[in-house]
Nanobody, 126 residues
Framework: VQLQAYGGGLVQAGGSLRLSCAAS????????MAWFRQAPGKEREFVAA????????YYKDYLKGRFTISRDSAKNTVYLQMNSLKPEDTAVYYC????????????????????WGKGTLVTVSS
């Protein structure tokens, strides 16, 4: 499995950005895909996840409403649409994948994810 995240950059507070994660190496219909982020000096944290088959989505509570995760099966790509960005959203954003077709809250922990892409940096200026 290869995951390539891109789309990061510098954006002003209140702006929007869409991250993409190109997935390759196998069929992802039996996988859950997710975005995590790691701010400077902080631990990596769960942002959002999508079950590839069916498209059910899950979010870090306080991000729901501003962030939207989706997937395009034809392009084997997962997206993270981020709106109303705040300086505290500044972080390196990582795409991750795990085998499975269900979700449990404990999957928000990093240890459950077997595949990671290199991150893409998002910087939100005030």
């Amino acid at each position: 499995v290869q995951l390539q995240a891109y789309g990061g950059g510098l954006v002003q507070a209140g702006g929007s950005l869409r991250l993409s994660c190109a997935a390759s190496g196998r069929t992802f219909s039996n996988y859950v895909m997710a975005w995590f982020r790691q701010a400077p000096g902080k631990e990596r944290e769960f942002v959002a996840a999508v079950i590839w088959s069916g498209g059910s989505t899950y979010y870090k509570d306080y991000l729901k409403g501003r962030f939207t995760i989706s997937r395009d099966s034809a392009k084997n790509t997962v997206y993270l649409q981020m709106n109303s960005l705040k300086p505290e959203d500044t972080a390196v954003y990582y795409c991750a994948a795990k085998y499975g077709t269900t979700w449990a809250p404990l999957y928000s922990g990093m240890g459950y994810w077997g595949y990671w892409g290199k991150g893409t940096l998002v910087t939100v200026s005030s």
